[in-house]
């Protein structure tokens, strides 16, 4: 579950009904406070909420228990994208739009979220991220008959998301999504300048 006391936001509740809604979502062992920096370079008229993931993990924060690299468990990752779900319920009537923004797990976790509902976010950016396998339903189905808007951004010397994770992440994005496939050359698990700027022309375009 999300803890709705532990949203960040970049406007004032009284500032937020009729914008579109970007939901944005760390990496492991961060927190809700991390990826807020990246908020002065994307659209202004975009109201970001930055959320805590539910578990405890290091210093900070995990979506779900990491498993193999880029290969988690599907379960503990449906029902982390559930709570999600619950909460982005909680508040999608004050906005017309919500897209998905997410770092490593958290890019996992937007992707996870276009597969719960493939017709139901403007857009999901997944940065240094991943498509957890294992899928047998008919959500990828799904996902391919809307063809949602994507955005995978990687770097080339990322030494934490295995490259065969990386490769099944493109083939995922080419067949099911609209995607923007683009990769970094000399980024390892960041995000740079260039790719931020590429982010932001995208959701601007959206």
Do not use: C, K
Not at 18 to 42: F, Q
Request: hydrophobic letters at 45%; glycine letters at 10%.
């Amino acid at each position: 579950m999300i803890d709705a006391e532990l949203v960040q936001w970049t406007r004032p509740a009284a500032d937020r009904t009729g914008t579109p809604l970007l939901v944005v979502m760390h990496g492991v062992g961060s927190n809700e406070h991390d990826l807020l920096g990246l908020a002065p370079a994307l659209p202004s008229d975009w109201t970001i909420a930055s959320l805590r993931a539910p578990m405890p993990w290091g210093p900070g924060y995990s979506w779900y228990p990491l498993g193999t690299p880029g290969s988690p468990a599907l379960q503990p990752v449906d029902e982390s994208t559930a709570g999600v779900l619950d909460w982005i319920d909680s508040v999608a009537a004050g906005h017309p739009r919500i897209g998905l923004l997410g770092f490593s797990q958290g890019g996992s976790m937007a992707l996870q979220l276009v597969r719960a509902r493939p017709a139901g976010f403007a857009f999901a950016v997944s940065l240094s991220g991943f498509v957890v396998p294992g899928v047998q339903d008919a959500r990828d189905a799904a996902v391919a008959a809307v063809r949602p808007r994507v955005f995978l951004g990687h770097g080339d010397l990322d030494p934490v998301i295995p490259a065969e994770a990386t490769a099944r992440t493109q083939t995922w994005a080419a067949g099911h999504t609209d995607v923007t496939d683009r990769t970094y050359q000399g980024l390892p698990h960041a995000v740079s300048a260039e790719e931020l700027a590429d982010v932001a022309a995208f959701i601007a375009a959206s």
